[in-house]
């Protein structure tokens, strides 16, 4: 389904990322990983072995996206390897979560420099490759919470917020040139940022889906799969929830 096309996933050493580069891989797609930190390093090398056994290329490129010049490197290093860039996943992403009278200036401003305007900095550096090509697909990862709101993460629903306004302005500026641009939705979803719940959290949550159930990171990876194929060529602008019934 994806045989032959080239996808950078940002933030892919873990969780939802790496979800989405191990599917995308089993479909044929060569993937770009990227990590931000230090202690991803031997992750990134580790998926690139796994992905490599699936028959597909890798490249693995350390970039924070929420510098430009760093996120701009992401995109020229794959055009040299791979002549192209067919699918972009903006899945890198952090929290900083706590109520606003305790939330720090810092707390705010890196949660929406790396979930959003980290988005943007990828966003500018491949929309001349997709542009030129006269194809992509895009694939902004917001949440749930970016729509309904949550308690304690002023900063992260703003982030995801923004991602949500961001991908149906960019889907209006691109849908002429054959660019699909979507965001998906995750609800809460069983990654290392939920094992940190505890029990009477994770309760208070499933109390509020429908499905009874956290979501799994291949619920999302198979989303994404749809969107980044030809089966979603006539879908642009839109925000898929994958998050059991929670917002509907």
Do not use: W
Request: hydrophobic share 40%; proline share 2%; glycine share 10%.
């Amino acid at each position: 389904m994806l045989k032959g096309k080239c996808a950078v996933i940002t933030g892919s050493t873990r969780g939802i990322g790496k979800a989405i580069a191990i599917k995308y891989a089993s479909l044929g797609c060569n993937i770009v990983i990227n990590y931000r930190s230090e202690k991803d390093e031997v992750n990134a090398y580790k998926l690139s072995e796994e992905i490599g056994k699936l028959g597909v290329d890798t490249l693995i490129v350390k970039a924070n996206v929420a510098d430009f010049e760093e996120a701009k490197n992401i995109v020229e290093k794959t055009k040299e390897k791979f002549g192209k860039v067919d699918i972009l996943v903006n899945n890198a992403g952090i929290t900083k979560d706590n109520l606003i009278l305790r939330m720090n200036e810092s707390d705010f401003d890196s949660v929406i420099n790396v979930n959003l305007k980290g988005s943007f900095n990828c966003l500018k550096a491949v929309t001349p490759i997709m542009l030129k090509q006269k194809h992509g697909k895009i694939i902004n990862m917001a949440s749930v919470v970016g729509v309904i709101g949550n308690p304690g993460q002023v900063n992260y629903c703003a982030s995801k917020a923004g991602v949500i306004g961001m991908t149906k302005s960019l889907a209006k500026e691109l849908g002429g040139k054959n660019i699909n641009v979507n965001a998906i939705a995750p609800g809460f979803i069983d990654t290392d940022m939920t094992k940190v719940l505890s029990e009477d959290q994770k309760k208070n949550i499933l109390s509020q889906v429908p499905l009874k159930r956290l979501g799994l990171v291949s619920d999302v990876a198979n989303v994404a799969a749809f969107l980044a194929s030809e089966d979603s060529d006539y879908i642009t602008g839109q925000v898929i929830h994958v998050d059991g019934g929670m917002a509907m």
